[in-house]
């Protein structure tokens, strides 16, 4: 029987570039799998002719001998052999021929090239408590991490005095091993060098050949102005070592800014509650507040101020972080009732109350809606 053209095989034009090959021809090879073909017979012979075709188109010396001589480029001593020696096997084979090409991205990381002879080190996590003070001028905090760090010893080769890795002799450094059960080739990461490649035959004392040692190490953080509760703070390269001499992993400093016992903080704005008496919330008059920065200011209260009203200054507030200006200060008063009065006070106070009936509109509004609820009820 007179073989078919390679590219009626493949289902490709003459004129197809070497990635419109190879796409046909894992389309054709994931075609003719055997999960997808128990009831076909000639699954296995039909696999066989595009993976000759595919041994040929793929190879530009043999494609332009096969696109000028056809089959014959091949035949007798024109061509050094036939071209699809893999087709002439079993369909195994064949399959495993071609296992690396189709399906390497998903066993591991692309075949050939994904073993990893060093791995980067893990990130690392850091709680830091820092002061309201320190949120708002900035500080620089030494802290002390636990961490792996490369071992001094081996120099992170994990091999006893810094002597190289050799290479794994399982797996010939691929860090898979392939079995072959009846038509599938199945691929597992090797048991030797557990996927590495490498295997290390006089690992180092002090780090039992991971080519990292457990330590603490003292650090310095530069905390900027007006971080926040959540800042994450990045320090590139100073997390876990990485494996065999792998890159290290980053640092992240999370802020947790504490509470403070006169300030209370939204964003960049501050609050600060003041008790003032019943006198000079009447009256008005001057009281003195603490600032973040640790100056006072002088804040004027109005005459008949009641609980809960707000002044504002202006910039006392917090820095915006890695931003220009600052956020106010609110000032709310507390108007205080006094305690534990004396006789002569409490009597200076019913006088008061008797001469300051028409001064508390809130008071006298209340009773009247009070008196209009209790006339509706009865009625």
Known sequence: MAKRDYYDVLGVSKGASADDIKKAFRSKA??????????????????????????????????????????????????????????????ASAFSDVFEDLFGDFMGGGGRGGRQRASRGSDLRYNLRVSLEEAFTGSQKAITV?????????????????????????????GKVRAQQGFFTVERTCPTCNGIGQIIKNPCKTCGGSGREQKERALSVNIPAGVETGTRIRLAGEGEAGMRGGPSGDLYIFIEVQEHELFQRDGV???????????????????????????????????????????????KGMPALRGAGAGDMFIELAVETPVNLTSKQKELLREFEKLSEENNPQLSKFFSKVKGFWDDMKS
């Open 269 to 315: 704005d501050l609050f600060c509650r003041v008790p003032v008496s019943m006198a000079t919330a009447a009256i008005g008059g001057d009281v003195e507040v603490p600032t973040i920065d640790g100056g006072r200011s002088r804040v004027k209260v109005p005459a008949g101020s009641q609980s809960g009203r707000q002044m504002r200054l202006k910039n």
């Open 146 to 174: 636990p961490t792996s760090v490369t071992c001094s010893s081996c120099d992170g080769s994990g091999a006893e005095g810094g002597a190289e890795p050799q290479t794994c002799p399982t797996c010939s450094g691929m």
């Open 30 to 91: 994931k075609q003719l799998h055997p999960d997808r073909n128990a009831d076909n017979p000639n699954a296995e012979a039909e696999f066989k002719e595009a993976n000759e075709a595919y041994e040929v188109l793929k190879d530009a010396d043999k494609k332009a001998a096969y696109d000028r001589f056809g089959h014959a480029a091949f035949e007798g001593g024109m061509g050094g052999g036939r071209p699809g020696t893999g087709g002439q096997g079993d369909f």
